[in-house]
């Protein structure tokens, strides 16, 4: 007969063989199950994969698109604020306002330009610059043209300010009214066509210089 401490020393190891057996059994079990469920992650996560590569050009569509289009308006909304203040600015301000700098005589009005013309040019263009639109600076120093009977124009890196002193509107009781008219155009470059056609072969959207016009009128205050 074996000694009782080497039937102890039996019976533990068959008790551990048979614990280590029902775990690889259960580790087995649990394994069959788990694998569909691994097997649908991770097809899940590939599937996820190729939707997101398939939405991501459309998403940088929207984005850049929102972008531009919101930087357009904003450009637009900068020159509708500077042709108001300008045409507020003309209509209480006289073009004979004397001024030794400049040599313009009512009688000749093609003789120069008047102060008053020039002041608010130089206005407009310290409003776009200090507004972030930097081509509108060039208006400080451009040479305006003149045309009768009260109209003067600066054109300068595609941008154009018109200042017509004599503009007539039709008042309330049909009578017509001495104005002033203020037309600024200001060039807008839009990326949003170009974008769209690298991430979407075949599409087209705005592109290039665009041409953004604000117009102000307002009755005289004084006369010319």
Same mark, same amino acid.
């Given at each position: 007969?074996?000694?009782?401490?080497?039937?102890?020393r039996?019976?533990?190891?068959?008790?551990?063989?048979?614990?280590?057996?029902?775990?690889?059994?259960?580790?087995?079990?649990?394994s069959?199950?788990?694998?569909?469920?691994?097997?649908?992650?991770?097809?899940a996560?590939?599937s996820?994969?190729?939707?997101?590569? &398939?939405? #991501?050009?459309?998403?940088?569509?929207?984005? =850049?698109?929102?972008?531009?289009f !919101?930087?357009?308006?904003? $450009? *637009?909304?900068i020159?509708?604020?500077?042709?108001?203040?300008?045409?507020?600015?003309?209509?209480?301000?006289?073009?004979s306002?004397?001024?030794?700098?400049?040599?313009?005589?009512?009688?000749?009005?093609?003789?120069?330009?008047?102060?008053?013309?020039?002041?608010?040019?130089?206005?407009?263009?310290?409003?776009l610059?200090?507004?972030?639109?930097?081509?509108?600076?060039?208006?400080?120093?451009?040479?305006?043209?003149?045309?009768s009977?009260?109209?003067?124009?600066?054109?300068?890196?595609? &941008?154009? #300010?018109?200042?017509?002193?004599?503009?007539? =509107?039709?008042?309330?009781?049909? !009578?017509?009214l001495?104005? $002033? *008219?203020?037309?600024?155009?200001?060039?807008?470059?839009?990326?949003?066509?170009?974008?769209?056609?690298?991430?979407?072969?075949?599409?087209?959207?705005?592109?290039?210089?665009?041409?953004?016009?604000?117009?102000?009128?307002?009755?005289?205050?004084?006369?010319?």
């Open positions: 007969m074996r000694p009782p401490e080497e039937k102890r039996a019976k533990t190891q068959l008790e551990h063989t048979c614990v280590e057996s029902w775990l690889a059994t259960k580790r087995f079990h649990a069959q199950l788990l694998l569909p469920a691994i097997r649908r992650i991770r097809a996560e590939g996820e994969l190729v939707e997101f590569s &398939l939405s #991501l050009p459309l998403l940088l569509v929207i984005i =850049i698109g929102i972008v531009d !919101a930087r357009a308006y904003n $450009t *637009k909304h020159t509708e604020n500077a042709a108001r203040m300008a045409a507020r600015t003309m209509v209480s301000t006289p073009l306002v004397y001024d030794p700098n400049c040599s313009w005589n009512k009688t000749s009005p093609g003789s120069g330009t008047p102060c008053p013309i020039q002041g608010v040019a130089i206005s407009v263009a310290d409003y610059t200090n507004a972030g639109l930097s081509a509108g600076a060039c208006l400080a120093t451009a040479t305006a043209s003149y045309t009977p009260f109209t003067w124009t600066y054109s300068c890196n595609n &941008l154009t #300010l018109v200042i017509d002193k004599a503009y007539t =509107i039709t008042g309330a009781n049909g !009578a017509s001495s104005a $002033t *008219k203020i037309s600024l155009s200001y060039p807008y470059i839009f990326m949003f066509g170009r974008i769209i056609g690298l991430l979407v072969p075949g599409a087209t959207g705005p592109l290039g210089t665009v041409i953004l016009t604000s117009n102000a009128v307002m009755g005289n205050l004084v006369l010319n």
